[in-house]
């Protein structure tokens, strides 16, 4: 096999002569951290950074990323890239709302993330006032890099998530807090 | 005793078959019991790209809409078949003339029965409306 190809590594488990056996949650977030579908939610600039993301240079697809969703029910990443005013609040919110779990939110830039430059009376200071956020992207706009790093910290969660944690009384107060049924 | 087979043989394709169907089986049984789920009023909505929707989407409208869509296909195809035409002309010589002739009389014949039944009449309101 080409050196090159890079494949991802087994997780810890018990090996013998035809058989692998290892935890159920370790597999489960194998296979959803390395398949995600990304929901671009671009609004400003930072949508164009990830268009370059996208693109053949950087090209998140090298993630298992490639495919976007432009629909939430088959998306697993929502990604709020740029400013958020907040007439675009509710949107953003029926969006994750209508997202199929499990769900993760990465935001990217200033705006999403705390509003930015943008202290204003008209725009939402961080996406966080309205829904759950996973990951935090800094930068004005950030590099495709930074996306790209954005996306691995989202699968480092993904990988370590626990099969129960969406049922957990946790997660349950954590999306009353937000009032999201 | 090459070519002799006793259904007995056959007994590891039955096998495979179950296995093949049993792996689906699972793994559509696995998914629903391990996935979480959300539900809720706003979930199950229709997709509007984050806007609530309005209305029944099963509405009767003006079926203008739909003869304009059909007088555009008549005109398409119209298109379609008189640039070859054109491109040829000299080579089909005046069999390819009568035989466009009649081909755009059939359609004129279709289109001026359009126009007399009213439907480019937009300003018209009937109860059909």
Sequence with gaps: MNSQIQMTEAPPGVEGQGFFATRLDSVVGLARKNSIWPLP???????IEFMATMASHYDLARFGSER?????????????MGTIAKKMGPVLRQVYEQMAEPRWVIA????????????????????DLIIPVDVYVPGCPPRPEQIIDGVMRIQDLIGKESIRRRNSEEYKKLMEEYMIK | MLNQHVPFDYLPILLQFLVAASFVIITLLATHMLGPKASGKRHDDTFECGLDSVGNARNPFSVKYFMTAILFVLF??????????????????????????????????????????????????????
């Excluded at chain 1, 939610?41 to 949508?47: E, N």
């Excluded at chain 1, 976007?68 to 709020?80: C, E, G, N, W």
């Excluded at chain 2, 466009?100 to 279709?110: E, K, S």
């Design chain 1, 41 to 47: 939610f671009a609004t400003s600039c930072c949508g």
């Design chain 2, 76 to 129: 398409d195809v119209e298109i379609i078949f008189l640039y070859p035409w054109a491109v040829n002309f000299k080579a089909l010589g005046w069999f390819g003339y009568i035989e466009i002739v009649i081909f755009l009389a059939l359609l004129m014949a279709g289109f001026y029965y359009v126009l007399r039944k009213g439907v480019l009449n937009w300003e018209t309101r009937d109860d059909n409306d």
């Design chain 1, 68 to 80: 976007m969703s432009f629909t939430p029910r088959q998306a697993d990443l929502l990604m709020v």
């Design chain 1, 108 to 127: 990217v830039g200033a705006c999403a993330s705390s509003g930015g430059i943008f202290d204003t009376y008209s725009v939402l200071q961080g996406i």
